[in-house]
């Protein structure tokens, strides 16, 4: 596989993962608790924290890890404790 291939998987999985709303950002469902919010998202950091992947994923990681970023402070905003 080449390099631009790859390159585009990744744009194309970052589309995806920005169509989608917070919960599914995360792989919750709605009425989810906080706390469930903040497991999932831990879980899905570990996969994507820009320092734990590889120099070749590390854009596409940062990426991720922002939209992921963004689905936790929306799920606070709406469920507030």
Not at 74 to 80: A, G, L, T, Y
């Amino acid at each position: 596989m080449k390099w631009n291939e790859v390159s585009t998987s990744y744009e194309n999985q970052l589309e995806k993962l920005r169509a989608q709303n917070p919960y599914e950002r995360l792989g919750i469902e709605r009425g989810s608790t906080l706390a469930e919010a903040k497991i999932a998202y831990r879980k899905k950091m570990r996969l994507y924290h820009p320092d734990k992947t590889d120099t070749f994923m590390s854009g596409h990681g940062e990426a991720v890890s922002k939209l992921l970023n963004q689905a936790l402070e929306q799920i606070k905003r709406e469920i507030k404790p």
